[in-house]
C-alpha cells in the first residue's frame, strides 16, 4: 500500500510539473499564402440621463431627444483576409474583403465586396495602404480606411514566452466621442495563461478603463471594467476566438448640464484559418 501510495505520488507529481513547465511561444499575428475567414459581433447597450438647467432640459424636449435615452447597437462583421507570397524582405501581401456588415435592423453599413490592401511581415501587423468600394462615399471610405488602420496598429499584441499562470500586460488608447466631447480613457489589458493542449492555447481576459481626460471645462469622472477570454491557435500562431464583456460608467458636469452614461457591451469574434490556393 505504501508503494501504491508513493507510485501515485511520483506520478501527479511528476505530471504536475511537467505542464507548469510548458512554454507557449506566443506570437500571434498573420502568416503569408494563407486565408483568415473572421466573423464579428459586437452589440452594446447604453442609458444617458440628463440633468441641467430647465433651458438644457426644454433644448432635450424640442429635439424629442428621450431623458433618460436608451440605445442599443449592434455590429454583425464577416470578412476574409488573404495574405500572398512572402518576398525576400519577409513581407507579404494582405487583401481584406468585406463579405457581410450589417446592424441591428439588417442595414448594410459597409458595401460588400468592399477591398482593403496593404502589407504584412510575421513580426508585424497588416499596414493599410488603400480601399477600393463602388458603391461608398468618399467621406465614408476614409472613415472606414482610417478606422481599419487604428484598429491594426491596437491589436499588436507583444511576442513573449509564457508558462501556465503566467501573464502579459498591455495598454492601449480610447478615444469615445460623446455629446460632441472626445472622452480620452487608458485600457489595461492583462491576459492570463490558463492552460495549453496540443492544438490551442487559454487564456483569461481582464480589463480595466481610466479616465485620462484633460479638458478643464468639464468634471468627469469615469470607469469600466471588461471580463473575456481568448483562445490562441497554436500551430497557426493567430487568435482563433476572442470574447470579451465589458461594462462602463461616466459621469459629466458641465455648468449648464450634467450627463450619467451607462453601458455594456459584449464582443465576440471567432477566426477559421486555411492555407492559401
Do not use: W
Not at 511561444?25 to 440621463?49: M, W
Not at 495574405?83 to 460588400?112: A, C, H, M, Q, R
Not at 497557426?236 to 452614461?261: G, V, Y
Request: hydrophobic residues 35%; neutral net charge.
Amino acid at each position: 500500500m505504501k508503494q501504491l501510495f508513493f507510485l501515485l505520488f511520483i506520478c501527479t507529481t511528476t505530471l504536475s510539473y511537467g505542464q507548469s513547465n510548458q512554454i507557449l511561444d506566443f506570437k500571434a499575428g498573420y502568416a503569408p499564402e494563407t486565408n483568415y475567414l473572421q466573423t464579428t459581433i459586437n452589440s452594446s447597450d447604453y442609458e444617458v440621463l440628463y440633468s441641467g438647467s430647465e433651458t438644457f432640459l426644454e433644448t432635450l424636449k424640442n429635439n424629442k431627444v428621450q431623458n433618460p435615452s436608451k440605445i442599443k447597437t449592434v455590429f454583425n462583421l464577416e470578412t476574409v483576409s488573404k495574405t500572398g507570397k512572402s518576398d525576400k524582405s519577409g513581407n507579404f501581401p494582405i487583401t481584406i474583403e468585406y463579405l457581410k456588415s450589417v446592424d441591428l435592423d439588417g442595414k448594410t453599413i459597409i458595401p460588400n465586396g468592399t477591398l482593403i490592401y496593404g502589407k504584412a511581415s510575421l513580426s508585424t501587423m497588416p499596414e493599410i495602404d488603400s480601399i477600393v468600394s463602388k458603391d461608398m462615399e468618399e467621406d465614408f471610405k476614409n472613415t472606414v480606411f482610417q478606422m481599419v488602420k487604428n484598429t491594426f496598429s491596437q491589436l499588436a499584441l507583444p511576442h513573449k514566452k509564457l508558462k501556465i499562470g503566467e501573464s502579459f500586460t498591455q495598454e492601449s488608447p480610447l478615444r469615445l466621442p460623446i455629446a460632441g466631447i472626445n472622452i480620452e480613457m487608458q485600457i489595461t489589458t492583462v491576459y492570463n495563461l490558463k492552460s495549453i493542449n496540443s492544438k490551442n492555447a487559454f487564456f483569461d481576459i481582464t480589463q480595466t478603463y481610466t479616465m485620462k481626460m484633460s479638458d478643464n471645462r468639464f468634471e468627469t469622472n469615469g470607469s469600466g471594467i471588461g471580463n473575456g477570454n481568448l483562445i490562441y491557435d497554436i500551430p497557426n500562431h493567430f487568435i482563433s476566438e476572442n470574447n470579451l464583456e465589458m461594462d462602463f460608467t461616466l459621469d459629466l458636469k458641465h455648468t449648464d448640464f450634467a450627463l450619467d452614461l451607462k453601458s455594456k457591451s459584449d464582443f465576440k469574434q471567432t477566426s477559421t484559418i486555411s492555407k492559401g490556393k
